[in-house]
Each structure stands twice: as structure tokens, then as C-alpha cells.
């Protein structure tokens, strides 16, 4: 009998790309398994539609998509932001529950598993209807994983209020961090006393009673975080597994892609820089005017990723930085050594021989892209738990120049701005041409480490292999 496994990603980019690739690689890992990913429809699109529309164009033989019918908005658009994917998953309910008892009652395929995302773990409940074993997909860090366990933990056994942790200069000692923490980098989100913190603690007690965890990092990336899952009782089997990245992907925008790369072909290997803040990363006017004013002053070439913010109301992410204020003549004036796009192919600009270095906003995947092509990282993170992640990669790891490790998005409200002249130093330190440099030394290493990993008897190899163990 073959077996089964239902995928159930969150409608976002980035952790639908993730959990499609990771079905991918469990396929061709396992002749015997096939994968089921229901994807479900979020108001704004971030990319998805595209996306979808490319896995219709290109099937993977035992992988099936199945799209969940499209829920009205504003059944969850009242919700809190940390419960509104929660809140899709339970308005998608009765479609799962017909969807598995059909599954289930299949005479040739076994289902052997239900794999969520972290976000919408609440659809264990119809899996445990079923009584089909549940895990749980990671897509942040190991070390995140570990804050979120532990202040859960704070919140439920020490009683301790973890939303007064907003705004204080207080460090914590987190058992997946070998530094102390400063609670300046922990996300937002934990801190909202609004009721979202409760939402997101909720997911994580509900993490505990799977069966495993999947995290998409690797052994040698975070040695410390991920010994310190497998060493609490409390938390189930940890499963490092990545990195797990859609490297193919030049983009929905080929035409766009095409000219980028172009422009990059004409650049002097590892001159350019490349700025890019994620699909929602967006700056107020006076603050990219000091980002252009920062990159000009550095003399150093660029590539620069910039979008307009979203307005309320807005279902679809702006491609284009068309009507973005830059300084009087900036465009003209850096036209022989830099590029001012939207969208970018990031993968395909990272992997370039010409691109030297990276501005990014720290979300998880970039890092592991960063990581996989080698490419030193200046951090400014902005939503989530980016600024925890930028913390990480600088004073946990080692392997990224600080920009700032606590920016966040909701800055654009406070008038908070990064200056001119902090910005020039930063990208000249990151460009740097010692090519000895520790940064530089470390972030080859763990690139080479990286590939290690995910080839046969590699450490994620090996966990993946413990995992169909399990599984099977």
C-alpha cells in the first residue's frame, strides 16, 4: 500500500514555497510516498497566484494541489494579525474534513501523516478525527523556535507576563541562545496585550502534543538552538531538515528578471550590492531618501529592491517603485552604478558572480539563500522575528555586519529613521575588499557546510532519513 501525507502550508510566499519544496524533497526521497498540499486563498496576494499558476504548468509526479475553496475576508479580517490565519484554517475546516475522510477511505494509499504550518496547527483537529498522526513544519529558525517555546513556558508555568517585556532594557537567558537575549529583539508580536500574544502562545502549546517538528535549518547552522530543542523533554523530536529553498525560481516577471540580469552581467564581480527588504518590506519617504543618500555617499555599486508601502485596502503587493520620492537628480546621478527596481529575482541576483554583498530584512529563507551562495549579509530587519534573526546572524553567529538588529516596520509610524551616514559606513564594511575577513571567512565555511548537509549522509539527509522512520 502507498502512503500519504497531507501538506497544509499558510497562504504566504514563503512558507508556501518552503512546504512545496520540502513535498518535493520528501517525494524524490521516497518512491513509496506521495504528498497532498492544500493550499488555501489569503486577501492579498503576495505572489501566490503566480506561484500556483507555475506548479499547474509544471507537475511533480506524486504531488497533488488542491486548492481550498476562497472564504469571504471578512470572516477573519477583524481578527487580531496573529489570529487571522488561525482563523482561516477554521472557516477551511468542514473542506478538510471532507477531503480526509475521503483520503482515509482510500483501499490503496495509506495517509500517514497531516504536516501544518506552525500557523495553522488548529487544523490538528480533524487530523485527530481521523486519527492521523500530526507534525508540525517550522519555517523561522531553531532559535526562534526555542524563544517561542520558552516564553511560552514563562507565560504558563512561571505565570510571568511576557508582554512587560515591551520597551525594557531587560536581557533574557533563552535556552536556544548561548548569548543573552535583549528583549528590544524579541518579535512584536509577543508583546501585544490586545490578545494577539495569547493567540500566537496558543499555537505553540498546541505544537507540543505532535508528533515531531520539522525546521527548516541545519545542524551545523545552529548547533547551540537545535541541541537545546532535542535536550527538553517537554518539546517533541526536532527534525532539521533544510535548507530547503526553491533555487529555479527566476521569477513570474521573466521579462523583468531578464533585464536585471542583464544589467548585472555588465558589473564587475562582487562590486554590486543588493538591497531587498522582503514582499512587505516598505520605508517611509524620508528614510529612503537617507537610504539613496547612504548608498550614493558609499561609491560603491547597487542594487536596490524598493517598494511603495501597501495602502489599506490594497489586495495586491506593488510591484513597481514607480511615485517613490528619491533625492532631486539621485537617479541620474548613480545611473552608471546603480539600479533602482520593484520586484526582484532574489535568488537569481544572489547567485550572480557580480552581486558582493546583501542589505536584507532577515527573513529566514533570504538567510538561508544567503547562506547557500555565500553572500555576506548587512541586517535591517523589519516585521516578525527578523530583528531576533538578525541578532543571530550577528552576535549569535557571527556571519552578518550590523545595520540595525531592531528596526521594525511599525517605525515608518514613529518617525524613527536610520541616517545617511550609518547607512554609507555599514554598506562600505559589508563591501569590504579584505577578503579575509572573519564575516567572509565564516559565511563561505557555513556555505560549504550547507551543501554538505543536504547530500547523502549529510546531517539534514540523515534527519530526513530518522524522520521517514517515523513517518512510515
Given at each position: 500500500?502507498?502512503?500519504?501525507l497531507?501538506?497544509v502550508p499558510?497562504?504566504v510566499?514563503?512558507?508556501?514555497v518552503?512546504?512545496?519544496?520540502m513535498?518535493?524533497?520528501?517525494?524524490?526521497?521516497?518512491e513509496?510516498?506521495?504528498?497532498?498540499?492544500?493550499?488555501?486563498?489569503?486577501?492579498i496576494?503576495?505572489?501566490?497566484?503566480?506561484?500556483?499558476k507555475?506548479?499547474?504548468?509544471?507537475?511533480?509526479?506524486?504531488?497533488?494541489?488542491?486548492y481550498?475553496?476562497?472564504?469571504?475576508?471578512?470572516?477573519?479580517?477583524l481578527?487580531?494579525?496573529?489570529?487571522i490565519?488561525?482563523?482561516?484554517?477554521?472557516?477551511q475546516?468542514?473542506h478538510?474534513?471532507?477531503l480526509?475522510s475521503?483520503?482515509?477511505q482510500?483501499?490503496?494509499?495509506?495517509?500517514v501523516?497531516?504536516?501544518?504550518?506552525?500557523?495553522?496547527?488548529d487544523?490538528f483537529?480533524?487530523?485527530?478525527?481521523?486519527?492521523?498522526p500530526?507534525?508540525?513544519?517550522?519555517?523561522?529558525?531553531?532559535?526562534f523556535?526555542?524563544?517561542?517555546?520558552?516564553?511560552q513556558t514563562?507565560?504558563?508555568d512561571?505565570?510571568?507576563?511576557?508582554t512587560?517585556?515591551?520597551?525594557?532594557?531587560?536581557?533574557?537567558?533563552v535556552?536556544?541562545?548561548?548569548?543573552?537575549?535583549?528583549?528590544?529583539?524579541?518579535p512584536?508580536?509577543?508583546?501585544?496585550?490586545e490578545?494577539?500574544?495569547?493567540?500566537?502562545?496558543?499555537?505553540?502549546?498546541?505544537?507540543?502534543?505532535?508528533?515531531?517538528?520539522?525546521?527548516n535549518?541545519?545542524e551545523?547552522?545552529?548547533?547551540?538552538?537545535?541541541?537545546?530543542l532535542r535536550?527538553?523533554?517537554?518539546?517533541p523530536?526536532?527534525y532539521?531538515?533544510?535548507?530547503?529553498?526553491?533555487?529555479?525560481?527566476?521569477?513570474?516577471?521573466s521579462?523583468?528578471?531578464?533585464v536585471?540580469?542583464g544589467?548585472l552581467d555588465?558589473?564587475?564581480?562582487?562590486?554590486?550590492?543588493?538591497?531587498?527588504?522582503?514582499?512587505?518590506g516598505?520605508?517611509?519617504?524620508?528614510q529612503v531618501?537617507?537610504i539613496?543618500?547612504?548608498?550614493e555617499r558609499?561609491?560603491?555599486?547597487?542594487?536596490?529592491s524598493?517598494?511603495?508601502c501597501?495602502?489599506?485596502?490594497?489586495?495586491?503587493?506593488?510591484?513597481?517603485?514607480?511615485?517613490?520620492?528619491?533625492?532631486?537628480g539621485?537617479?541620474d546621478?548613480?545611473?552608471?552604478?546603480g539600479?533602482?527596481?520593484?520586484?526582484?529575482?532574489?535568488?537569481a541576483?544572489?547567485?550572480?558572480?557580480?552581486v558582493?554583498?546583501f542589505?536584507?530584512?532577515?527573513?529566514?529563507?533570504?538567510?538561508?539563500?544567503?547562506?547557500?551562495?555565500?553572500?555576506?549579509?548587512?541586517t535591517?530587519p523589519?516585521?516578525?522575528e527578523?530583528?531576533?534573526?538578525?541578532?543571530?546572524?550577528?552576535?549569535?553567529?557571527?556571519?552578518?555586519?550590523?545595520?540595525?538588529?531592531d528596526?521594525?516596520?511599525?517605525?515608518?509610524?514613529?518617525g524613527?529613521?536610520?541616517?545617511?551616514?550609518?547607512i554609507?559606513?555599514?554598506?562600505?564594511?559589508?563591501?569590504?575588499?579584505?577578503?579575509?575577513?572573519?564575516?567572509?571567512?565564516?559565511?563561505k565555511?557555513?556555505k560549504?557546510?550547507?551543501?554538505v548537509a543536504m547530500?547523502?549522509?549529510?546531517?539534514?539527509?540523515?534527519s530526513?532519513?530518522?524522520?521517514?522512520?517515523k513517518?512510515?
Amino acid at each position: 500500500m502507498k502512503s500519504e501525507l497531507i501538506f497544509v502550508p499558510i497562504p504566504v510566499i514563503g512558507h508556501l514555497v518552503g512546504m512545496v519544496e520540502m513535498a518535493k524533497l520528501f517525494i524524490s526521497r521516497h518512491e513509496n510516498l506521495s504528498v497532498t498540499v492544500l493550499i488555501a486563498k489569503f486577501f492579498i496576494d503576495t505572489g501566490i497566484d503566480n506561484y500556483n499558476k507555475s506548479l499547474l504548468a509544471k507537475p511533480t509526479p506524486r504531488l497533488t494541489i488542491i486548492y481550498l475553496p476562497e472564504i469571504d475576508p471578512q470572516k477573519y479580517l477583524l481578527k487580531p494579525r496573529c489570529a487571522i490565519f488561525p482563523s482561516i484554517i477554521e472557516n477551511q475546516k468542514t473542506h478538510v474534513r471532507d477531503l480526509m475522510s475521503h483520503m482515509t477511505q482510500s483501499e490503496s494509499t495509506r495517509v500517514v501523516g497531516l504536516l501544518a504550518d506552525i500557523l495553522f496547527v488548529d487544523i490538528f483537529d480533524i487530523a485527530d478525527e481521523f486519527n492521523v498522526p500530526t507534525y508540525v513544519y517550522s519555517p523561522a529558525g531553531a532559535g526562534f523556535l526555542g524563544l517561542a517555546f520558552h516564553l511560552q513556558t514563562l507565560n504558563d508555568d512561571k505565570k510571568q507576563d511576557v508582554t512587560e517585556f515591551r520597551n525594557s532594557d531587560t536581557e533574557l537567558l533563552v535556552p536556544s541562545f548561548a548569548n543573552p537575549v535583549p528583549a528590544e529583539v524579541l518579535p512584536s508580536i509577543f508583546f501585544d496585550k490586545e490578545g494577539r500574544h495569547d493567540v500566537l502562545l496558543s499555537l505553540y502549546r498546541r505544537c507540543r502534543e505532535t508528533k515531531g517538528i520539522i525546521v527548516n535549518t541545519f545542524e551545523e547552522l545552529e548547533p547551540y538552538a537545535i541541541n537545546s530543542l532535542r535536550m527538553d523533554s517537554m518539546i517533541p523530536p526536532i527534525y532539521p531538515v533544510g535548507p530547503i529553498l526553491n533555487l529555479n525560481v527566476v521569477g513570474q516577471n521573466s521579462d523583468e528578471a531578464a533585464v536585471i540580469l542583464g544589467w548585472l552581467d555588465e558589473q564587475p564581480p562582487s562590486s554590486v550590492v543588493f538591497l531587498c527588504f522582503g514582499s512587505l518590506g516598505s520605508f517611509t519617504e524620508n528614510q529612503v531618501k537617507e537610504i539613496a543618500m547612504g548608498l550614493e555617499r558609499s561609491g560603491h555599486r547597487f542594487l536596490w529592491s524598493l517598494r511603495p508601502c501597501i495602502s489599506e485596502g490594497e489586495t495586491q503587493l506593488q510591484l513597481k517603485y514607480s511615485n517613490v520620492e528619491l533625492p532631486a537628480g539621485f537617479l541620474d546621478r548613480t545611473s552608471c552604478v546603480g539600479k533602482v527596481i520593484g520586484w526582484a529575482p532574489q535568488v537569481a541576483v544572489l547567485a550572480h558572480k557580480a552581486v558582493g554583498g546583501f542589505v536584507s530584512h532577515c527573513g529566514w529563507n533570504s538567510i538561508l539563500e544567503s547562506v547557500w551562495y555565500d553572500m555576506s549579509v548587512a541586517t535591517w530587519p523589519m516585521y516578525g522575528e527578523q530583528q531576533l534573526n538578525a541578532f543571530e546572524m550577528v552576535k549569535e553567529l557571527g556571519l552578518a555586519v550590523e545595520i540595525e538588529v531592531d528596526y521594525r516596520n511599525e517605525y515608518n509610524k514613529t518617525g524613527f529613521i536610520v541616517r545617511a551616514d550609518e547607512i554609507e559606513t555599514k554598506i562600505k564594511k559589508l563591501m569590504m575588499d579584505e577578503k579575509n575577513s572573519e564575516i567572509r571567512k565564516k559565511v563561505k565555511e557555513m556555505k560549504e557546510k550547507s551543501r554538505v548537509a543536504m547530500s547523502e549522509n549529510g546531517s539534514s539527509y540523515t534527519s530526513l532519513a530518522k524522520l521517514f522512520e517515523k513517518i512510515m
